[in-house]
């Protein structure tokens, strides 16, 4: 997958393979970075998150890397299935005035090829 | 379902006109969002209100006000409509608001189509 840009990117994978969408982000002071999935005529969901003091977290088929370095996120998805279809977000938060801040990226759209 | 109900689904309007857009966060949420997604700016962060309180401003216009009534629902003011206010309407909530994933974590409705003619 490519990092966003200003038209959408779209990242095709075969059912079964894995999948790794890229983000980058602007902002080294969000404390928490988040992955969120959109599917066609819903609003986004929730997927995984990993605070900026991490490099790397592993939910459910899912795993989040993240590289302040480069101030690279990525999404892996293992064994990528056809409801993974979606266009997937990446996120900063940022605690400001006492209220949360989201920042979404511009996204990416995953096609699972059957 | 994430529990976030919008209404109305689609709302056709002229521009300089002026519409309400309504949202029922999950039930025990204290915090509500609303964002707008376009095809030419993504999903931009407007403005947060947690208990009834404004807690954080994004992007959003002064053209377009919100606020979080007693019983925590929301509405979202577009007034004097421009062609370019054209988007989705996202409402999402969370349990609080303030710090950590209670706060980022958030459950977005289904959305408000807006088309301004």
């Known amino acids: 997958g490519e990092s966003v840009g200003l038209h959408l990117p779209t990242l095709s994978v075969q059912e079964g393979d894995n999948s790794i969408i890229n983000c980058a982000y602007s902002?080294?002071?969000?404390?928490?970075f988040i992955w969120y999935k959109q599917e066609s005529g819903k609003g986004p969901q929730f997927i995984i998150d990993i605070r900026s003091n991490m490099d790397k977290r592993q939910g459910q088929r899912v795993t989040v890397l993240l590289n302040k370095t480069v101030k690279h996120l990525s999404l892996q998805i293992a064994a990528t299935q056809p409801g993974d279809s979606a266009v997937y977000f990446c996120a900063e938060n940022r605690v400001t005035g006492g209220g949360n801040k989201l920042t979404f990226g511009t996204g990416t759209q995953l096609k699972v090829e059957l | 379902d994430s529990g976030v109900t919008q209404t109305p689904k689609h709302l056709i309007t002229a521009t300089g006109q002026r519409v309400t857009l309504r949202c029922s966060p999950r039930s025990g949420d204290l915090s509500v969002y609303w964002y707008q997604q376009s095809l030419d700016q993504g999903l931009q962060f407007l403005i947060q209100?947690?208990?009834?309180?404004?807690?954080a401003k994004g992007n959003i216009l002064e053209r377009f006000s919100a606020q979080q009534f007693p019983d925590l629902h929301s509405e979202l003011n577009l007034s004097s409509l421009e062609l370019g206010d054209s988007a989705l309407y996202f409402c999402a909530s969370s349990v609080e608001g303030t710090s950590g994933r209670s706060g980022y974590e958030q459950f977005f409705g289904p959305g408000t189509r807006l088309t301004v003619l």
């Open positions: 209100y947690y208990n009834g309180e404004e807690r």
């Open positions: 902002n080294s002071a969000s404390d928490y």
